[in-house]
């Protein structure tokens, strides 16, 4: 008997692009109509989704844990760093970056020679805790978006300014709508930008929590999501 026929809600939160060839196989991409619902934080694909069959669509964006992201008013150890996964494109990004950045993640090993001459990369996925602690002892936390994903917007965008950390990320109509460009955190748009950021002065201390009370008053935690997602099943 079928999960519908005994009345039950069949629901995907699903936390990439179902068109990212990476991330996906033709049992998923031939699903679409089976779903009840489909949670995504893509909004901008929902039409692509409702063309291959998807009968509802919900938009709930990432979120912070509060028990794991919050702040440690660590000391600063470190200018810039980058905590994420590999990609071709992160690694040519960050390679125009004219400073010192510290790098965690899976994937590391695949970087280049000269890149992994140039920065310090760690090679390995740490901890939810680690990675809060590391977004408060850091000047500087470079977030770079997914694009294979076609993302707008990431866990760390909320995980940094939870932690207290200050937040470098790309601008766009999501990071838009949450923060404010040199008060609540600093934006680009191309790693010149990012150097140019670097390159000046701000009150890094007032970024930083001017960025952790938008975030974390703004019900951003994952129960907040999960209450969104509840609420549209009822």
Sequence with gaps: MSLQRLGAKLINWNP????????TNANLM????????????RPHLFDEYRERGAKQLLFIDWYYVPELHHPRHNQFQY????VGSWSP??????SKIQAPVVIWGGGWERASGSFKT???VNAKIISQ???????????????????ENRDLSNLRFFEVC??????????????NSYLVDGEDCLMYKTAEDVNRILASSFDLSKIAQSGYQKITNGKNSFSD??????????
Excluded: C
């Design 225 to 234: 999501r999960v209450e969104q997602l509840l609420e549209a099943l009822h």
């Design 79 to 82: 200018n810039l760093t980058f």
């Design 162 to 175: 939870a932690s207290g950390g200050v937040l470098i990320t790309e601008r766009n109509e999501s990071s």
């Design 30 to 41: 031939g699903a679409f109509k089976h779903y009840d619902l489909i949670v995504s934080s």
């Design 16 to 23: 990439d692009d179902f068109f990212n060839a990476k991330n």
């Design 118 to 120: 140039a920065y310090q």
């Design 89 to 94: 494109f992160r690694e040519e990004f960050i």
């Design 129 to 147: 805790e680690e990675m809060s602690s590391i977004f408060s002892s850091s000047k500087y936390n470079l977030n770079l978006i997914t694009h």
